[in-house]
C-alpha cells in the first residue's frame, strides 16, 4: 500500500503520527481524529471572507482548524452549531 | 479470448453509446437534452447490470439498471422483441417522475441478450408545477404521473391507448411525444447496432467480451482501491428550503479492495421535494466516482461490485412513500454527489500516487429556474435558466477550479447565448458575469461562480413567472480540500422597483445594488417577474485547496484585476497587500505574519 | 520538354502541415505536380521551394514559369499556424458593458471539453480551457446596450470608448482591437462607431467587427470569432503581402486567389481582412477535389477520407453538395464562419500501438510518432511500434519500394521491437499480433466513418469511398468493404488533392442576414432580404473582374421547427427571385432534409416553422481546367506484375501469397484481382481477396467487391 504518507495535503504521516505538513508538528495518531490536537476557531460564515458569503442568515458557520506549530490553516469545514467536527482518520496499518 | 477481437467489440460498443446518443439529440431537437445535455444512453448485460455507461447525467447509470432488473422481475416471462417499457416511478428506480426512463430488451436469434435504456428530462410530466421539478407539491401524488414500468411499445407497434394516457396528463402533450419518440428512435438504434454486432461476431463471442470487459473493470477498479491508503473520511452537506435545514452526512470507509458510503446520521425525509430514494442516492454517489476514481476504466458492472451503500431508511437519501422527490436531482441527489465527490477528494488527496486526481467540490447547487410566459411574438415560452449548467470547478491539488467550468456529474454541458434567451423569452439581461470572492479561496481558488440580472421586456403581458427550487442559499456546498475555504452559496434576489415610477433599469454596472428597489430573498416556489422588477441570481463557486495565505500573490493580483476576488478579500483572506495594480511585498509578508499569529491567538479546540 | 513559348499556365501551391503541394496545369493539357517540406513560420519559402520541384521537371526556372502563368491560387496554413502557436498580435475586446467575460467563460463548460477526446472528457479533474487570445485584463466593458430587436436601449458612450482605446493601446500595449456588442448583428451602428474611434485615436491598430465578421445570433461564438481575426489579422495581412511581393520579383504580374475554409476563392486583398476565412482551407481544399473527381466520374456521392502520418480526415459530399461545419473551432476556439465540415481524427501511420499493461488490451494511438522520430522502420530514431510498422510486418509495404525507393525500410527493428512490445506480452506471434492490430485499426476507422455518416443521418452503402494520404490505400479497400460503400478510388491525384482541389474551386463570397420570421413568409419579403445581398454581391464580382455571365447566386435559408434546437441550411432550389411557389417549395425542402438528418418522427410541425438566416453563396466560375482522359486498353496487367510474396489475406485468415503490382507500369483499362498490393511512388494499395482493382481513364484505381 503505498499512500500512508499523508492524511491530506496540509496533514503528512511521520512514523504513523498525523503531523502538519508544513512544520511537522505532532497531531497525535493517524488513526485518531487528528483535529482534536489542532486549533479550531469557529466564525460566522457572514465574516469569513468577501461580501458573498453573507447570505443574510445567522448561524452558518465556517470552522478553521489551524497547525499550533505554524498556524497553517489545514481544514475547513461548512457547520452549524454543535454539530461534530468531521474526522478523517487512517486505518491502522496491518 | 483473442484480445484483438476484443478491442474491436470494445471499441464498436462505445460507438454503439454514440450513435444512440447522437439519434436522441437529433430526433428530440429540444433545448434541454441538446444544449444542457440532460440525458443518458447505456447498455445493460440480459441480467440487466450495466455494461456500457455513456458520458451523460452519471448518477443515470445505475438508476437505469435497475429499471431494467425490475422490468424484468415485473414482466418475466413476457418480454419480446421489439418491445420498449417505460418507467419513470422513483420508488422503483428512476431519480425523478420528469426523467423518464425507455428501457428495450435486444433480441438475437430469439434469445434476450441485451437490454439499452435512456432517459430525457421530459418536457412536462403532469406535476402541479410546470417543467418537472415541484417545489409546491407535498407528495409523490402531485408530481405527475409515475410508472414502475409500462409496456409502451409491444413487438415494435406503439400502444396508442398507453400513450395517448400518458399524454393526456402533460402539459405540451406534443413536446412530450418528441421526447418520447427520441428514446424509442435511441433504443432502436442501440438495438440495431448490437443486433448486427452479433451477427458478425456471434452472439457468444460478444457476451463473452462483455462479461470480459465487466470482469476487467472490477479488476481495474479493486487494483487502484488497494493502491489508495485504507482509512475513513467525512462530510457533510446542509440543504435548506424555506428555514429548514436538513444535513446529509457520508461516511465514506475504504479497506482494501472495498469502499463503503454511509448515510447513517443524515437527516430525517424532509416535507420538501428535495428527497431522493435509495436507487437516486446509490446513482449519485456514483456520478462523481465514475470520472473521479475510473477515469481510465470502463463505466459497468464491474466498478459497482467492490462498492456498497448504507442509507438509512425513511430519511433524506431514502425517503419512503409518499415523500416528494421532484427536486431530487439537485437536492439530495446533489447533496449526495457534493459529499462523495468531497470523500473521495479526500482520499485521493491522501494518495501520493493520486493526489493530482483529488479535487475539492464542484457546482454543489444548481438552481432549477424555469421561466413561463408569454414571449414578445405572442407565443408561449417554457424553459430552463440554462446558466445552471455552467457550474464553477473545484481546485485541485495543482491548479484553480474551472472558472463557470461545469459540474463533475454531467462532463458535457454549455449554456445558451444571451441573446438566444432574449429571442425567445420577454427579457433582457443587465449583467451576465463572473462572480467576484464566489470561488472558494485557497492555495488553489475554486473556479468562480457567476451572476446575472433579469428585467422584463418588451413582454406582452408585463413580465413573465418563473419556478424556483432553490434550496441551499444559506449554506455554502462546494466544500474545500486541505484548508480551502468553500465556494460562496447561490443568491436569489428579488429586486422590487420604487414606487416612484423610475423606468426599468438599463444597466448595473455595479451589479445587484446598482439595480434600485428592495431586495428580497427568495428561493421556492413561483414568482413573478414583472413590471420594472428584476431578478438576480448568483451562484455558487467551486471549492478551493489549501491555506489561501500561501497562494502565490502574484495569482491573487491577477485575481483582483481580472475581477474575481475583490481588493478586501485580497487582503483579508489571502493576506495579499496590492499597490498600484502590483503585489507589495513587504506589505504582504507583514499581512501574513500578523494572519498567522492572529490564528494562534485563538483557544485550542475542546 | 514541356512548355512551348505559347503555353501559358495556372499554378495552384498548397500549405499543408508537413509538405507544401503544387499542381500546374498547362494550357497544352499537361498536368505537373510539385512538393516541398513546409517552412513555417516562413512559409513564403515553402510556397517558392514547391513550385521549383514542380517547374524543375518541366525545364523552366521559376522566372520562366511564373513568367508565363496567368493565375495563382493559393491556400494556407498561416491562419491556423498563427493560432495554434500564439504567434498573433496582442489584443484586446470592447465589448458590452455588464458581459466582459463572455469569451472567458465559453458558455460555462463548452469551451472547457470542446476539442477534447472522448477519454480525457471521461477525466474532468485533468481539463481546463485554452486561455484566451485576447486575456481577462484586455477586455473592456462599454456602456451601451441594443434589444432584441436591435433597437437602442443605452446609447454608445463615446467618450469611454475613447478612454477605453487608450487603455488597451498604451497600457495593454495591444496592436489589434476586436469590438463585439450585444445584437449587434442586428444593428451594428455602435460598433461601426466604434471603429470610427479607433482609427482616429489609434489609427495603426488592426480592427475587426463582429458584425463585420461574423452577422450572427451568439454572442459568445461571435466575440470569438471577432478576437481570432483581429488577433490573425495583422500576420495575415503581412503573410500575403510578402508573398505576393517575392512572385512579383519573380516576374509574375497576375492575380494571386485564396482558398477559402468555405471551399471558395477570395482576392488576395479581401483573404487579408478575414484571416478566420483561411482556417482549414487546405482540408476543404481536398473535399473540393474529391466533389470535382466525383463530378468527373459520375459519383455524386462521396466520402473522402485522408490518412497521413498523424490524422485521418473525412469529408462527406452527398449529392455533389457539401456540408458546413454546424460548430467549427480552431485550435480549441470557437468561430462563426461558413467552413467545409471535415472531421479530424488523431489517427494515422504514426499512430503509436501499446499493450495496456494492466489488461493486456491492445490500443492503436491515441498518441502519434509523428513525422520525428515517426515509425520505427524509417529508421529516424523511432522506438515504438506503430501502424506503419505493421503494414510492413503483415506484407502490405516493401523495404524497398517505398517513396521509390528513397528510403530504404528496417524491418528487422520494426519486428524486434513489435515482438518485445506488442506480440509478446499478447502471448502471440508476431505475425498474428500484427494481423490483429490490423484489424483492430481497419474496424476503428469503420466505427468512426460509421458515426460521422449517421450523424448526418446518411447511409454509408450509398457512397463511393475516395482514399487520399499516404496510409490510407492499405486500409480503404478494407474499411470500405466492411461499410459496404459501393467502391472505392484511390485518385490519380491522391498525393497532391488539396493542391488539385483549389484548381477545381470557383471564387466564392459569402453573405448572410440573420432575420427570425415564421415560414410563412411572402416571397416578396424573401427577395427583399436577397436582393441587397445580391446587390453587393454582384459589384463586388464585377470588381474582381468577373463578367456577368460568369456571375452565379445561390440562395439558402436556415430553418427549424419553432420550439427545436437543430437548424437546417436548405438550399432555395426554386428560381430566384422567389415566386409564391418557390417559397413553399423551400419549406417542403427543408421538411425532407430534416427528416431525412434527424429521423423519421423528428420534426414537431405544430409548433410552427421559422427562418433563421438568410444566406447567399455569390459564386464567380472559374474556367475548370479538363483533366486528360486516356483510351482505356486491354484489361491484362500482367505488365505491371513485379512479384509476388506473402501478405496479410483476410479470407485465408493470416498471411498467404499476393502479386505485387508497380502502379506506374498500369495502364488505363488493366484489371487485377486480389489479394494483391500496388505499389504507387507515394502509397500502397492493399487489394484484399475477391476484390477486383481497375485503371481507368484518368489513372485512377478503382477497387470493386466481387459479388458473392
Known amino acids: 500500500m503505498s499512500g500512508q504518507d499523508r492524511i491530506s495535503a496540509s496533514v503528512a504521516v511521520k512514523e504513523g503520527q498525523a503531523v502538519c505538513a508544513a512544520c511537522g508538528h505532532d497531531l497525535g495518531p493517524a488513526t485518531k481524529p487528528w483535529k482534536d490536537h489542532a486549533h479550531r476557531r469557529e466564525i460566522p460564515l457572514a465574516l469569513a471572507g468577501g461580501q458573498a458569503y453573507d447570505t443574510g442568515h445567522e448561524g452558518v458557520l465556517l470552522r478553521h482548524f489551524y497547525c499550533p506549530g505554524c498556524a497553517a490553516l489545514l481544514d475547513t469545514e461548512t457547520a452549524m452549531a454543535g454539530d461534530p467536527a468531521l474526522d478523517d482518520i487512517l486505518a491502522a496499518r496491518g | ?606 | ?708
Not at chain 2, 477498479?221 to 452537506?237: C, K, M, N, Y
Not at chain 2, 464566489?438 to 421586456?457: D, K, N, Q
Request: charged share 20%; glycine share 10%.
Open chain 3, 1 to 708: 520538354m514541356a512548355g512551348t513559348g505559347e503555353t501559358s499556365y495556372l499554378v495552384a501551391t498548397d500549405v499543408g502541415g508537413t509538405c507544401t503541394d503544387t499542381v500546374i496545369f498547362g494550357t497544352d493539357g499537361v498536368i505537373h505536380i510539385g512538393k516541398a517540406l513546409s517552412t513555417p513560420p516562413d512559409f513564403a519559402t515553402g510556397v517558392l521551394n514547391s513550385i521549383v520541384s514542380a517547374a524543375d521537371p518541366m525545364g523552366l526556372t521559376l522566372e520562366e514559369l511564373l513568367g508565363r502563368t496567368h493565375l495563382f491560387i493559393h491556400g494556407s496554413t498561416v491562419v491556423d499556424n498563427a493560432v495554434l502557436t500564439r504567434d498573433g498580435t496582442p489584443t484586446g475586446l470592447l465589448t458590452t458593458q455588464g458581459f466582459e467575460d463572455t469569451l472567458h467563460v465559453t458558455r460555462g463548460a463548452y469551451g472547457r471539453w470542446s476539442g477534447l477526446t472522448e477519454e480525457r472528457i471521461k477525466n474532468p479533474v485533468q481539463t481546463d480551457r485554452a486561455p484566451a487570445l485576447a486575456p481577462r485584463d484586455a477586455v473592456v466593458g462599454i456602456p451601451e446596450r441594443m434589444d432584441c430587436d436591435g433597437a437602442v436601449v443605452l446609447p454608445l458612450d463615446e467618450a469611454a470608448v475613447e478612454q477605453a482605446v487608450r487603455f488597451l493601446v498604451n497600457e495593454k500595449q495591444v496592436g489589434a482591437i476586436a469590438v463585439s456588442f450585444l445584437w449587434s448583428f442586428l444593428n451594428a451602428d455602435h460598433e461601426r462607431r466604434v471603429r470610427d474611434i479607433i482609427n482616429r485615436v489609434a489609427p495603426g491598430a488592426y480592427v475587426t467587427l463582429s458584425s463585420d465578421i461574423a452577422p450572427n445570433l451568439g454572442e459568445y461564438e461571435r466575440t470569438s470569432t471577432a478576437v481570432i481575426n483581429a488577433y490573425a489579422g495583422q500576420i495575415t495581412n503581412d503573410y500575403l503581402t510578402s508573398l505576393q511581393g517575392l512572385l512579383a520579383e519573380k516576374g509574375y504580374d497576375g492575380a494571386t486567389m485564396v482558398m477559402q475554409g468555405y471551399g471558395g476563392l477570395l482576392p488576395a486583398a479581401e483573404a487579408a481582412d478575414r484571416a478566420v476565412g483561411m482556417i482549414e482551407c487546405g482540408p476543404a481544399a481536398g473535399v473540393i477535389g474529391a466533389k470535382f473527381l466525383g463530378d468527373l466520374m459520375g459519383d455524386p456521392d462521396v466520402i473522402a477520407a485522408d490518412m497521413g502520418g498523424t490524422t485521418f480526415k473525412v469529408g462527406v459530399i452527398q449529392d455533389g453538395k457539401l456540408e458546413y461545419a454546424r460548430e467549427p473551432m480552431v485550435d480549441r476556439f470557437h468561430y462563426l464562419a461558413p467552413k467545409i465540415e471535415v472531421v479530424s481524427i488523431g489517427a494515422g501511420g504514426g499512430s503509436i500501438i501499446s499493450v495496456d499493461p494492466r489488461t493486456k488490451v491492445p490500443h492503436v494511438g491515441p498518441r502519434s510518432a509523428g513525422a520525428r522520430p515517426g515509425p520505427i522502420c524509417y529508421g529516424q530514431g523511432g522506438e515504438e511500434p506503430t501502424l506503419t510498422d505493421v503494414m510492413l510486418l503483415i506484407g502490405y509495404m516493401d523495404p524497398g519500394q517505398f517513396l521509390n525507393g528513397s528510403i530504404t525500410l528496417d524491418r528487422e527493428k520494426a519486428e524486434r521491437i513489435f515482438k518485445e512490445k506488442i506480440a509478446d506480452p499478447l502471448g502471440m506471434t508476431t505475425q498474428e499480433a500484427a494481423i490483429g492490430i490490423y484489424r483492430i485499426a481497419s474496424a476503428q476507422i469503420t466505427d468512426l466513418i460509421r458515426e460521422i455518416t449517421v450523424e448526418r443521418g446518411l447511409d454509408p452503402r450509398d457512397f463511393v469511398l475516395h482514399s487520399f494520404g499516404g496510409s490510407c490505400g492499405m486500409l480503404a479497400a478494407a474499411f470500405g468493404q466492411e461499410l459496404s460503400v459501393r467502391r472505392v478510388v484511390i485518385p490519380y491525384t491522391a498525393s497532391v488533392n488539396c493542391a488539385f482541389g483549389l484548381v477545381s474551386a470557383d471564387v466564392a463570397h459569402e453573405y448572410s442576414v440573420t432575420q427570425n420570421l415564421p415560414a410563412t413568409t411572402s416571397a416578396a419579403q424573401i427577395n427583399a432580404i436577397f436582393a441587397p445581398m445580391e446587390e453587393r454581391a454582384r459589384a463586388q464580382l464585377a470588381a474582381e473582374g468577373i463578367e456577368p455571365d460568369r456571375m452565379r447566386m445561390e440562395w439558402s435559408v436556415d430553418l427549424r421547427y419553432s420550439r427545436q434546437v437543430h437548424e437546417v441550411t436548405t438550399e432555395v432550389a426554386a428560381n430566384t427571385p422567389l415566386d409564391d411557389a418557390g417559397a413553399a417549395r423551400l419549406v417542403d425542402d427543408f421538411e425532407a432534409l430534416y427528416e431525412r438528418k434527424y429521423g423519421r418522427g423528428s420534426a414537431y410541425r405544430e409548433a410552427g416553422i421559422e427562418m433563421t438566416m438568410f444566406r447567399l453563396t455569390a459564386r464567380g466560375l472559374m474556367p475548370r481546367p479538363t483533366l486528360p482522359a486516356e483510351e482505356e486498353g486491354s484489361a491484362d496487367a500482367s505488365a505491371a506484375l513485379i512479384g509476388n510474396r506473402e501478405i496479410y489475406v483476410e479470407t485465408k485468415g493470416g498471411m498467404a501469397p499476393g502479386d505485387i503490382y508497380d502502379f506506374n507500369r498500369l495502364q488505363p483499362g488493366n484489371s487485377l484481382k486480389g489479394p494483391a498490393v500496388i505499389h504507387t511512388p507515394i502509397t500502397t494499395i492493399a487489394l484484399p481477396d475477391r476484390m477486383t482493382a481497375r485503371m481507368d481513364r484518368w489513372r485512377n484505381i478503382v477497387v470493386e467487391f466481387d459479388a458473392d
Open chain 2, 1 to 606: 479470448m483473442d484480445p484483438m477481437t476484443f478491442s474491436i467489440i470494445r471499441h464498436r460498443l462505445f460507438r454503439i453509446v454514440d450513435e444512440a446518443v447522437i439519434t436522441l439529440k437529433h430526433v428530440s431537437g429540444s433545448a434541454i437534452t441538446n444544449e444542457g445535455h440532460d440525458l443518458m444512453v447505456s447498455l445493460y448485460r440480459a441480467d440487466g447490470t450495466l455494461l456500457m455507461g455513456g458520458v451523460g447525467f452519471l448518477h443515470h447509470l445505475t438508476s437505469a439498471a435497475e429499471a431494467c432488473k425490475s422490468i424484468i422481475r415485473r414482466f418475466e416471462g413476457d418480454i419480446h422483441e421489439g418491445d420498449i417499457f417505460l418507467l419513470n416511478d422513483p420508488y422503483t428506480a428512476a431519480l425523478h417522475t420528469s426523467d423518464i426512463y425507455l428501457v428495450s430488451p435486444i433480441h438475437h436469434e430469439g434469445r434476450l441478450v441485451a437490454w439499452s435504456a435512456c432517459f430525457v428530462h421530459v418536457y412536462d410530466i403532469g406535476a402541479v408545477n410546470p417543467g418537472g421539478f415541484a417545489p409546491q407539491a407535498p407528495d409523490i401524488y402531485t408530481e405527475g404521473f409515475s410508472s414502475p414500468g409500462i409496456r409502451l411499445v409491444a413487438g415494435g407497434e406503439m400502444r396508442q391507448d398507453v400513450l395517448d394516457t400518458i399524454l393526456n396528463m402533460v402539459r405540451s402533450p406534443e413536446m412530450v411525444t418528441l421526447d418520447l419518440r427520441s428514446m424509442i428512435a435511441c433504443n432502436n438504434v442501440a438495438r440495431d447496432r448490437m443486433q448486427s454486432l452479433m451477427t458478425k461476431y456471434g452472439a457468444k463471442e460478444v457476451d463473452g467480451a462483455c462479461a470480459e470487459l465487466v470482469n476487467q473493470s472490477e479488476d481495474l477498479f479493486r487494483a487502484r482501491l488497494r493502491e489508495l491508503p485504507d482509512g475513513q473520511w467525512q462530510s457533510r452537506q446542509y440543504l435548506d428550503v424555506n428555514g429548514d435545514t436538513a444535513r446529509v452526512n457520508l461516511t465514506m470507509t475504504k479497506k482494501d479492495d472495498r469502499l463503503i458510503f454511509d448515510f447513517s446520521g443524515s437527516d430525517p425525509q424532509s416535507p420538501y421535494s428535495i428527497n431522493c430514494t435509495k436507487w437516486a442516492s446509490l446513482g449519485g454517489l456514483f456520478a462523481p466516482l465514475f470520472p473521479l476514481l475510473c477515469y481510465d476504466i470502463t463505466w459497468n458492472e464491474g466498478v459497482l461490485r467492490p462498492v456498497e451503500m448504507i442509507a438509512p431508511e425513511g430519511s433524506i437519501v431514502n425517503c419512503t412513500r409518499p415523500a416528494p422527490v421532484s427536486v431530487a436531482t439537485v437536492g439530495a441527489i446533489q447533496s449526495v454527489n457534493n459529499a462523495a465527490c468531497s470523500t473521495i477528494g479526500k482520499m485521493l488527496g491522501a494518495s501520493e500516487k493520486y493526489r493530482n486526481q483529488s479535487t475539492a467540490v464542484w457546482h454543489a447547487n444548481h438552481f432549477a429556474i424555469f421561466k413561463f410566459g408569454r414571449n414578445q411574438k405572442g407565443g408561449d415560452s417554457i424553459g430552463i435558466l440554462t446558466e445552471t449548467f455552467a457550474g464553477a470547478g473545484g481546485a485541485r491539488s495543482f491548479a484553480d477550479g474551472v472558472e463557470i467550468g461545469g459540474e463533475i456529474p454531467n462532463p458535457i454541458s454549455r449554456m445558451a447565448n444571451v441573446e438566444t434567451v432574449e429571442a425567445a423569452f420577454p427579457v433582457r439581461y443587465l449583467f451576465r458575469r463572473r462572480a467576484p470572492d464566489s470561488g472558494g479561496p485557497g492555495e488553489y481558488r475554486g473556479g468562480t461562480g457567476g451572476e446575472l440580472a433579469l428585467v422584463p421586456h418588451k413582454a406582452p403581458d408585463g413580465g413573465i413567472n418563473y419556478v424556483i427550487s432553490g434550496k441551499g442559499s444559506r449554506h455554502p456546498m462546494s466544500e474545500g480540500l486541505a484548508g480551502g475555504y468553500p465556494g460562496a452559496p447561490n443568491s436569489y434576489v428579488w429586486v422590487k422597483a420604487p414606487e416612484d415610477g423610475a423606468n426599468t433599469p438599463v444597466t448595473a454596472a455595479g451589479g445587484l445594488d446598482a439595480i434600485s428597489g428592495t431586495q428580497e430573498r427568495v428561493s421556492w416556489g413561483v414568482y413573478p417577474l414583472m413590471g420594472r422588477d428584476a431578478l438576480y441570481v448568483r451562484w455558487n463557486g467551486g471549492g478551493g485547496h489549501g491555506d489561501p495565505i500561501v497562494r502565490d500573490p502574484e495569482a491573487v493580483r491577477r485575481d483582483v484585476a481580472a475581477g474575481l476576488v475583490t481588493l478586501q478579500s485580497a487582503g483579508d483572506i489571502y493576506g495579499v497587500a496590492l499597490r498600484d495594480g502590483a503585489v507589495d511585498e513587504t506589505e504582504t509578508m507583514a499581512k501574513r505574519k500578523s494572519i498567522r499569529s492572529a490564528r494562534l491567538q485563538q483557544e485550542a479546540s475542546e
